[in-house]
Each structure stands twice: as C-alpha cells, then as structure tokens.
C-alpha cells in the first residue's frame, strides 16, 4: 500500500513534468524566434519561470485532502520511530500519562474545593469572606 | 527587450488575488494551455502584466481542485501534446462574482483617490 502511494505520486509528477516542459520548451522556442541563440534563449527561459521545483512543490500541496495524506505520512512516520526505538517510544508514552494525570488531579481537586457550589440551598451565592 | 526592465515593476503591482481572476477570465475566452495563458495576459494587457511563471502553475491546479477549471491533454497546432484548461459553469459563476467585486473595490477606491482636497 506503500508502494501505492509512490506510484501515485509519481505518475502525478511525471504529467506535471510533461506539462512545465510543454511551457518552457514553447518559452525556448519564442526566444530564439526574437532572436536569441539557441543557448540563451534557454537559459532565459529558465530564467524567468523562477524556481521550477518549489513550483513543483506548489502543486503538490494545492490538492484537497492534503491534510489527510499528511496525516497518514506523519502516523507512519511515528510507528517507524517508535518500532525502531521502543525506550523512547515508552518514555514518551510515561511522560504524557504523568502529565494528562497529573493535570486531571489538579483539576479535579480545585474543581471540588474551590468550583462546585456548596451542598447548602443556594449554594452558589455563600462566597468566601477575608476579615 | 524592454519587456524584462518593465516587468519587476508590474509584477509588484499585481495585486493578491487578482491572479485567479485573470486566470479565470482568459481561460473563459477559450481553453488554453498553461504558456499561452501567460502569453495573452501580456498581450492583453499591453505588456503590462507580467505573470510569474512560478505561480501560475500552483495557481491552475488550485482552480482545478476547486472545480472552476477542467484539464484535459489534447494536441496543438504544431503536433504537440498539451493540457489545455477550460471553464466549468461554476467557474463562470465565480468569474462573475469576482468580477462583479472587482469593480465595486476599484469605484469605491477611485471615489476616495478623486476626492478634492
């Protein structure tokens, strides 16, 4: 399924070849009709298309779901890294338990003393009253 | 040759978001590949405006997925094989909005730029 995804993108970045080269060959070709050798008029075609690979990049990221396919790289990515080094994978995991622990007793604790209205009738208007 | 000295200056002037426009509306004038958009931008406009190329290309795939423009490869007059984009009916419609938006900024900003002082 892996495989999946290359040929996918490869076969979508040899059409989005085929057609920058369709430009700057056009490009070419008008140049050396005003004139310019053959040399030059490439150069200046290239030239002035600017960045061919970051444009190339451009594309890639203007697809929809794009969010998705990120996603799905990014979770492969992180299974690899926690197979390859299963400590750090546990120290992570330790350390986010210790946390989202610690936080929920925190709350827990200044909700029932300091949040939650007292069991009295009207419990929400007794406040505290520093003498 | 003059051309490439104008060019810096107009291309800062394009404003944001007037690409997609522009796009739009050459493309509704007749399908069209990619180099012959950049091309009739500048005829049209006299040699004025001068798309970079860089972002032409980003630009066109976003309309695509947006639905407002369709690409299909067909062959040009000198036997090559190109993509030649073409408008959707919804990207005639967002045409006519962006158009219709267009003109109500620039009368609003030319009212404000003509006031006496």
Redesign the interface.
Known sequence: MIWDTWLRRYRWER??D???R??L???IR?NIKAGLNAEEARAKAYR?????E???E??W????LRWLDDLIWDSRFAARIFVRNPGFAFTIVLMLTLGVGANTAAFSIVYAVLLRPLPLPSGDRVTSNRL | MSRQEKAPAAEAELLQGTLDMLILKVVALAPIHGYGIVQRILLISKDALQVRQGSLYPALYRLENRGWLRAEWKVTEGGREAKFYRLTKDGRRQLEAETDSWERLCAAISLILKTAE
Do not use: S, V, Y
Not at chain 1, 48 to 52: E, H, P, R, V
């Open positions: 059409r989005l085929k057609e920058l369709f430009h060959e056009q490009q008008d002035d298309f600017g960045a061919i970051l444009a190339k451009e594309c990221d203007e697809r929809p």
